[in-house]
């Protein structure tokens, strides 16, 4: 038989938080402004990506009414390289609500702004106004299925309810923000997907997956979305160093709306016109479930084959920092420039 899980100690998890945890500027605040601002960027973004570039959204953005009163394109512009620019969408339509009505201090409240959902209103509720309610992020799903045994789908309503409940189990009253926040950072450091370290974890006397004695098992891994790889060629043209970029339509699948370099599939560009560059690099990229092979080329014109655009435009240096972009503009220069500087002296 197996042991019994101990029961669970929230008092225990917040001592091992209190002592171990990371040093994240968004934990050094209870400004519910900020903590949003933060929660959204965090979406499907790396903490170390969010770090510096949440610093610097803040400093230009240091109020709900300075974010609202921005442009579309000056929040794009800011949210540059983070990706999924959506969030920076719905945080900007999110401040513009809060102006106009006021923030909502519940769960329940912060759950009907644009973008925000039950996790992120959970989350900005018990660290900015103490409510004690449970945080289930993509961390804290996988630690509590380990603490069931629970090889369901958190995805499905009736399974998150429970993980939810479990969760609650671990909630301080006093310091329930603290507490969520401590079921994350053991998701996010210790309770990882394929090879858990249960080596000081507070949880593991509780956990009914290291009694059984594989946590990986729990919860079942789910079938990933195919990735699909792509082939493109990026034009580089430049006057003066001022560079040709082009605006993808509001309407466009992904990275819709911003400003990128002109280019076009690889399979459709056999052209003589299309392959006339002086010398090439390549990069690689992901965008959602897309894996882009990128071939970089310097050209005197965008070849006809890159289609129409939203809007074309030549911008300097300078102007180009304040464009809402994608990252492989830089991602593009930077190869190009490392490809350039490798050419042998002839």
């Not at 699948?253 to 299309?274: H, K, N, Q, R």
């Not at 006809?304 to 994608?326: I, K």
Request: glycine share 6%; net charge positive.
């Amino acid at each position: 038989m197996h042991r019994a899980r101990a029961p669970a100690d929230p008092a225990a998890l917040l001592r091992w938080f209190d002592v171990v945890q990371r040093r994240l500027p968004w934990r050094e605040t209870r400004d519910p402004y900020r903590i949003l601002v933060s929660e959204l960027m965090l979406q499907q973004t790396r903490v170390e990506t969010v770090r510096g570039r949440y610093l610097d959204l803040v400093a230009t953005f240091p109020s709900f009414a300075a974010l609202a009163a921005a442009e579309e394109s000056e929040v794009l512009a800011a949210w540059s390289g983070l990706g999924y620019y959506r969030r920076a969408r719905d945080l900007r339509r999110a401040c513009q609500e809060i102006v106009a009505r006021g923030f909502p201090t519940t769960r329940d409240g912060l759950a009907r702004l644009p973008g925000v959902g039950r996790y992120t209103a959970a989350a900005v509720a018990s660290i900015a106004f103490d409510e004690v309610v449970p945080a289930l992020d993509g961390n804290v799903a996988r630690v509590t299925s380990r603490l069931l045994g629970s090889t369901a789908d958190p995805t499905r309503r009736a399974v998150r309810q429970r993980l939810e409940a479990e969760a609650s189990r671990w909630l301080d009253a006093e310091r329930p923000g603290a507490s969520n926040q401590a079921l994350m950072e053991i998701g996010a450091t210790r309770c990882h997907p394929r090879a858990p370290n249960c080596s000081g974890c507070p949880l593991a006397g509780s956990c009914r997956g290291r009694l059984l004695g594989r946590p990986e098992s729990f919860p079942a891994r789910r079938r990933k979305r195919p990735r699909v790889r792509e082939s493109w060629r990026m034009f580089v043209v430049e006057r003066e160093g001022w560079l040709l970029l082009r605006r993808r339509d509001a309407a466009a699948p992904f990275l819709a709306g911003m400003w990128e370099l002109p280019w076009e599939p690889i399979e459709s560009s056999g052209s003589t016109e299309s392959r006339s560059k002086d010398r090439g690099a390549r990069f690689r990229h992901a965008i959602t479930y897309r894996d882009l092979d990128v071939e970089v080329v310097r050209a005197g014109a965008a070849p006809a084959a890159c289609g129409a655009a939203a809007e074309w435009r030549w911008a300097s240096p300078s102007e180009r920092a304040q464009l809402p972009r994608t990252a492989m503009i830089e991602k593009a220069l930077g190869a190009l420039a490392r490809g350039e500087a490798e050419e042998p002296v002839r």
